[in-house]
Nanobody, 124 residues
């Protein structure tokens, strides 16, 4: 397994969670690690991504200002700090790796390796 997501759980609205994505050293062919989510009966959608070199970050408008993506190169781990959680944030969260250009960071098809997903449930 090259990507391992963890940290999901049940939290009340307004609460916080931190997701982790552990990835293999020198992870294969990738320049960015991203987070996506999929709610029941909805399509998988982009949440955030971070460039492995330089650390530039990009966010979906729906999470901007509430979520923060970061990385710890020494631990080969990418984090997603989620604050002010809302019931609409309930979903399975996946991390994934891409080698695509920055212009494609929202495009699921550009991510070639996916973790197994971790469930986040926000109660109202």
């Amino acid at each position: 397994v090259q990507l391992q997501a963890s940290g999901g759980g049940l939290v009340q609205a307004g609460g916080s969670l931190r997701l982790s994505c552990a990835h293999s050293r020198g992870t294969f062919n990738s320049n960015s690690i991203g987070w996506f989510r999929q709610a029941p009966r909805k399509e998988r959608e982009f949440v955030a991504t971070i460039r492995r070199s330089g650390g530039s970050t990009y966010y979906a408008d729906s999470v901007k200002g509430r979520f923060t993506i970061s990385k710890d190169a020494a631990k080969n781990t990418v984090y997603l700090q989620m604050n002010s959680l809302e019931p609409d944030d309930t979903a399975v969260y996946y991390c994934a790796a891409t080698a695509g250009p920055t212009s494609t960071y929202r495009d699921l098809s550009m991510y070639h390796t996916w973790g197994q997903g971790t469930q986040v449930t926000v109660s109202s």
